[in-house]
């Protein structure tokens, strides 16, 4: 089993920061993406930021600039800086993470956390 925990949510003033963390723990082989998706009220979960083993990141066109992702490895860590928060960032936001089992196979599996509630206000 592969379990995420989240931390670092809250309700925050147009303009602040906050700052998400994410330590994926359990049984596995390798992790190949850490990174964090976010969904609003009445809308699709999107992706917010991810990045890579390699030290490829990839982030979304709303929060370049903005939000910083940074990925310890070496403790399966992911964390999601996020400044100049606007009010439309109210979402709840997932760490998401991609893992292959101890089985032989090479393949990666999707887990997820349970989600984190961020609230800008204006």
């Known amino acids: 089993q592969v379990q995420l925990e989240e931390s670092g949510g809250g309700l925050v003033q147009a303009g602040g920061s906050l700052r998400l963390s994410c330590v994926v723990s359990g049984t596995f082989s390798s992790i190949r993406i850490m990174g964090w998706y976010r969904q609003a009220p009445r809308s699709q979960r999107e992706l917010v930021a991810d990045a890579t083993g390699g030290g490829k990141t990839t982030y979304a066109n709303s929060v370049k600039g903005r939000f910083t992702i940074s990925r310890d490895s070496a403790k399966n860590t992911v964390s999601l800086q996020m400044n100049s928060l606007k009010p439309e960032d109210t979402a709840v936001y997932y760490c998401?993470?991609?893992?292959?089992?101890?089985?032989?196979?090479?393949?990666?599996?999707?887990?997820w956390g349970q989600g984190t509630q961020v609230t800008v206000s204006s």
């Open positions: 998401y993470t991609e893992a292959s089992k101890n089985d032989g196979l090479g393949l990666f599996y999707a887990y």
